[in-house]
């Protein structure tokens, strides 16, 4: 489960799973509305609420958790008005997105964890980012096309600086 809550207005939330959709809250969970359910995937990886606007919300489809049974993806999504409708905005060879972080004041920014195709080699992985809200995206990192990226932190104070987590799919040197 990925979780989203509006730091403005903690009420308001957005919860992504791995085979089930998206479902959102704007009352502290008394109740929640399904969204997400025409698009051709329902497999998501992370939500993401722009910090500086709650209309404006990022979805990245493809499982992240790699394991026996997975539901990949076809790229990053975004709703300008809250979920109730969604543009597919790039990224549809990713196939599993780890994470998605929208910079604290221009909801613009945003960054993107590509883990890639789980069980082969796949070049649309690393870190991406937009300035645009998705229009063109930059590969700001990459490994190589075994090793995605699973996890992104901003600094607080200080969004222009990321840490991130990568992950190699490949494990060979351990199984001996």
């Not at 809200?133 to 200080?158: A, C, E, Y």
Request: aromatic content about 10%; overall charge negative; proline content about 5%.
């Amino acid at each position: 489960v990925a979780l989203s809550v509006y730091e403005k207005d903690p009420t308001l939330f957005f919860a992504a799973t791995a085979s089930g959709g998206l479902i959102k809250t704007d009352n502290n969970g008394i109740t929640f509305t399904h969204l997400f359910d025409r698009e051709s995937t329902v497999s998501i990886g992370d939500v993401c609420i722009a910090p500086s606007d709650p209309n404006t919300v990022w979805v990245g489809t493809g499982e992240e958790n790699p394991r026996n049974s997975v539901s990949y993806g076809d790229g990053v999504y975004k709703s300008t008005d809250g979920g109730k409708t969604w543009k597919n905005m790039g990224l549809r060879q990713s196939f599993q997105i780890g994470c998605i972080r929208v910079h604290p004041t221009n909801k613009d920014i945003v960054y993107v964890g590509a883990l890639g195709r789980l069980y082969g080699p796949n070049s649309e992985r690393g870190l991406f980012k937009t300035l645009d809200g998705g229009k063109s995206w930059q590969r700001i990192h990459f490994v190589d096309d075994n090793t995605g990226v699973l996890d992104i932190q901003m600094k607080p104070g200080d969004p222009d600086t990321i840490l991130f987590a990568t992950y190699e799919r490949q494990r060979d040197g351990f199984d001996t």
